[in-house]
């Protein structure tokens, strides 16, 4: 993180003096299994889940605090729904949540409030990696677990697969920008518009390293009443990052590299306007 210092200084301008919209959030009026207030007025939760950041934990803590009418599923793929719901289902909506990207908000015509989950970019990647290793319904389970393929092999494959690449490659960046199909190789400019985007006041971020501080956040904004205390899809027991990273071969750990950077300075910029401190103290 270190060699990134400097832009992390000038992006963390941006964000020291960040405020949040908490007043916007406290109409949300969680009302799930954890019961809550009857919201004032319309407003909606946006959650931007990013791959491997925890978001299944906050699936599971947004579904004990909504009621299913209020929560509505989407993929970036499928936002085209929301205009298509009678005007009662989307009065009851309260949560919107998926594999989304920023900028959703324009098929919506009420107040809204934006959530996300950052995580370390480097570890993120070796989770996704391992995600796809357990789990026989992703297109790519056969392929990982080939003998002898690793996770070298893994970041290999990913930089020619076009399904692939712009969720890895500084994916975190890309979600956020809202610039999932068309930047590849624009990704300084792309981390500018994450950031100018983060520091607005209506998005809340937080840490998967840092998940409870973020929890206790959202509750003392209004968003949830209740937490409960959650660690959905959490790689089990197996090699160790460090020692799988060890025997990266030069031509992988350069694509590392290259998928982690932009991301990497997202995180320290973030995690420093939020915290004061850089994220490399985190691990």
């Known amino acids: 993180m270190s060699s990134y210092s400097a832009e992390i200084d000038h992006l963390y301008e941006k964000l020291k003096n960040k405020t949040y919209h908490f007043q916007l959030s406290r109409n949300l009026g969680a009302g799930g299994d954890g019961g809550g207030a009857v919201p004032d007025r319309n407003c909606i939760l946006i959650f931007i889940h990013i791959p491997k950041t925890a978001g299944s934990s906050l699936n599971r803590i947004l579904g004990h605090n909504y009621t299913k009418e209020e929560i509505l599923d989407v993929t970036s793929d499928s936002i085209g729904i929301i205009s298509d719901l009678s005007s ?8 919107i949540r998926g594999h989304i990207t920023y900028g959703i908000d324009k098929k919506i015509s009420i107040e809204h409030l934006y959530t996300c989950v950052f995580r370390n970019p480097r570890h993120r990647l070796f989770s996704f990696y391992r995600f796809v290793q357990r789990h026989q319904s992703h297109r790519l389970h056969v392929v990982v677990n080939q003998p002898g393929f690793e996770f070298g092999h893994f970041l290999e494959f990913a930089y020619a697969d076009p399904g692939l690449l712009a969720e890895l490659h500084n994916g975190q960046i890309r979600r956020i920008a809202n610039r999932m199909s068309d930047s590849i190789g624009s990704e300084r400019k792309v981390l500018h518009e994450a950031v100018d985007i983060i520091a ?27 937490i409960i205390t959650v660690h959905d899809n959490v790689s089990p027991e197996g090699e160790t990052f460090e020692s799988t990273v060890s025997r990266l071969n030069s031509k992988q750990l350069a694509i590392f590299r290259e998928f982690t950077m932009w991301d990497e300075i997202l995180y320290g910029a973030c995690y420093r306007g939020k915290y004061g401190d850089l994220a490399s103290k985190q691990g």
Do not use: S, T
Not at 88 to 95: A, M
């Open 88 to 95: 009662e289902k989307r009065r009851n909506i309260k949560v």
């Open 200 to 226: 607005k006041e209506n998005i809340l971020y937080g840490f998967a390293e840092r998940f409870d501080d973020y929890v206790r956040e959202m509750q003392e904004a209004g968003i949830i009443k209740e």
